[in-house]
């Protein structure tokens, strides 16, 4: 049944473009469009819009919701009757709703690689198990994002001065747990800002994550274990003396008070606000290209050199205020078994791109959004458009160091750009072509490489959408108790059998049981 309704598929597409070939006065398909997120609505007359419209003879309702409230917002408008024909859902969890809820079609694999051949080649070269992020119970329901930067592990930084105070020579950092604590305890208590007031930390949330990973897992992702089986981070067994050391430096005073707060307290999310402020000398917010430097300096209007790149948000928001030299990349700590890690995105994003229920009845619409989804994210002369968001080609070169260069004094009529909303696939290939800065000075910091926590559990199992919630809400107060005292870690095993209770251990049969049929 599949094979046919492919072949079906694929032979309508066929059609529908020697047809639109043999006449320009065919209506254009009206195509309710959700296939990325943005931060700004695409203002009415849009050039890009109007050029990928005539290209496809269509017409695109370009669905805007604001990134903040997304689930809520997208589910208020479903709910009053509206669904888009391509969605975007920003995680696993999501997905896994709204395809227990019917909204999703199901997409056969076969399908995919009839219609979207180009694509469905890379996206399996890039990340074999890509599509096992938009299956569920063992069929397929959309389109995985993949993701060049879930190549590059997280990598925490340092108040260089603090450390060089802290006897540490330039371009030194520590590297063990044991000299990340002898240096956590100088940040805290001696007064490594020199200003003679005891009002500095070491540490917040965001730091904390380096330090799960010296004890083997992340609390937030699924990792393997020495017998080879998946377990949700929060109960692996060395995050108890990972609470238990990270309770001590509380007590300590070494961490920062509010760091139920957290390090992000509005604005972009990447950035930490006490780490700028000078309250803490160390964190680990963001990812490589947050940390990226300005790599030819701002622009020289003498001489016209320099200003065609722009350091990393956290390294250009800190660096404005104290200067590049107050600021040093580190290491992911090693910890007493031999174990180090950050945050890894993986290759395969929790996004899931889905097409409405409702498609089953509309088979050439549905090859139609796929010809477009398959253009944009496998040809390179589509793609490049939909990246500088302008159709000038001749107002850009290329440059092996920057990427694509705009003209001198060129300025587009439209500043906004649109690309997340189109380029649904985000083709890891091209993405590298667009910053090869970016990408080939993390190449050459073996900081993001090695081992980081990716999470492996690939998939948002049956019960997930069931008891995750309210799992994670339990994980996240215990583990605020533990750091702060206010539960003795004597508890660990208390707190594990409650998460095992409150169905985790019906997830974790049903995450082992995938990970094992692979």
Not at 297 to 324: L, S, V
Request: charged share 20%; glycine share 10%; proline share 4%.
């Amino acid at each position: 049944m599949k094979k046919l309704l492919a072949l079906a598929l694929a032979l309508i597409l066929v059609l529908s473009a020697a047809v639109f070939g043999a006449s320009a006065e065919d209506e254009p398909m009206v195509i309710e469009w959700l296939g990325g997120h943005d931060t700004d609505a695409i203002a009415e007359g849009d050039t890009v819009l109007a050029w990928l419209e005539e290209k496809f003879n269509v017409k695109l309702n370009v669905w805007f919701i604001e990134r903040e409230n997304y689930a809520e917002l997208l589910a208020t408008r479903i709910a009053g009757g509206e669904i888009p024909d391509v969605f975007w859902l920003d995680s696993s969890e999501l997905f896994a709703s709204y395809v227990a809820q019917g909204l999703c079609l199901e997409l056969p694999l076969d399908t995919v690689e009839e219609l979207m051949p180009e694509s469905y080649a890379w996206l399996l070269e890039f990340d074999p198990d890509c599509f096992s992020l938009v299956s569920f119970n063992g069929k397929n329901y959309g389109l995985p994002r993949v993701n060049l930067d879930g190549k590059y592990s997280y990598a925490p930084f340092w108040r260089a001065d603090w450390l060089e105070a802290a006897g540490y020579a330039e371009g030194e950092v520590p590297r063990t747990l044991d000299e990340f604590e002898d240096v956590f305890e100088f940040f805290a208590h001696g007064d490594p800002d020199g200003n003679g007031v005891d009002d500095t930390y070491a540490i917040s949330n965001t730091g904390f994550q380096p330090i799960f990973g010296a004890f083997g897992a992340l609390p937030d992702r699924w990792v393997v274990d020495d017998a080879g089986d998946l377990v949700y981070g929060a109960v692996y067994p060395g995050m108890k003396d990972a609470l238990e050391l990270l309770a001590k430096w509380y007590k300590d005073g070494l961490v920062d008070p509010e760091f139920v707060i957290g390090e992000n307290q509005g604005g972009y999310w990447a950035l930490s606000v006490p780490f700028e402020n000078g309250t803490l000398g160390f964190s680990s917010s963001g990812a490589f290209y947050h940390l990226a430097p300005d790599f030819d300096g701002p622009k020289n209007e003498e001489t016209g050199e320099g200003g065609n790149f722009q350091a990393g948000r956290t390294m250009r928001n800190f660096t404005n205020t104290y200067g590049y030299d107050k600021m040093i990349i580190g290491y992911n700590p090693i910890g007493p078994d031999g174990k180090s890690g950050g945050e890894n995105w993986g290759l395969t994003t929790s996004e899931a791109v889905c097409f409405s229920y409702k498609l089953a009845e509309d088979e050439e619409k549905l090859a139609k959004i796929l010809e477009i989804i398959n253009t944009i994210g496998s040809d390179y002369d589509t793609w490049v458009r939909i990246w500088n968001w302008d159709l000038n080609d001749d107002a850009y070169t290329y440059d092996d160091l920057y990427g694509f260069m705009t003209a001198t004094d060129y300025t587009r009529a439209d500043e906004t750009t649109h690309t997340n909303m189109f380029n649904t696939l985000q083709n890891p290939y091209f993405a590298m072509l667009a910053n090869p800065s970016r990408y080939n000075w993390a190449n050459s910091m073996d900081n993001f490489s090695g081992f980081g926590y990716a999470n492996q559990l690939k998939i948002t199992t049956a019960s997930q959408p069931q008891y995750w919630s309210a799992l994670e809400a339990y994980r996240q107060g215990t583990y605020v108790e533990f750091i702060r005292g206010e539960r003795p870690i004597s508890d660990w095993d208390n707190f594990v059998a409650t998460w095992m209770s409150m169905g985790g251990e019906q997830i974790t049969e049903e995450a082992n049981e995938w990970y094992h049929s692979r």
